[in-house]
């Protein structure tokens, strides 16, 4: 079965960094656009940041760019997340999905199970 897991999360001071790592399994890794997405706690889920099959495609959500670099390694089925100059409002449950375009839109196929970040101030 498809398993996405995400690791790297924990407990960092304001302006501080961390990588998420999203190892993935049961799929076809190549060919899934991958995403990461967040929910903190009260608020809806948010996208953050999604990077295409070939990598050619990276888009940012307003609130991190600059701050934030999506990558994938196709060869080690896993994508990151370099967070840098991290926030108290970064912080969430950062989650990595699988999607396909469909329909003139992206859409999830797969979530992970999601990883802790607290950013203190």
């Known amino acids: 079965q498809v398993q996405l897991v995400e690791s790297g999360g924990g407990l960092v001071p304001a302006g501080g960094s961390l990588r998420l790592s999203c190892a993935a399994s049961g799929l076809t890794f190549s060919t899934y656009h991958m995403g990461w997405f967040r929910q903190a706690p009260g608020k809806e889920r948010e996208f953050v940041a999604r990077?295409?099959?070939?990598?050619?495609?990276?888009f940012y959500a307003d609130s991190v760019k600059g701050r934030f670099t999506i990558s994938r390694d196709n060869a080690k089925n896993t994508v990151y997340l370099q967070m840098n100059n991290l926030k108290p409002e970064d912080t969430a449950v950062y989650y990595c999905?699988?999607?396909?375009?469909?329909?003139?839109?992206?859409?999830?196929?797969?979530w992970g199970q999601g990883t802790q970040v607290t950013v203190s101030s």
């Open positions: 990077i295409t099959w070939s990598g050619a495609g990276i």
């Open positions: 999905a699988s999607e396909r375009y469909r329909g003139g839109a992206f859409a999830v196929d797969y």
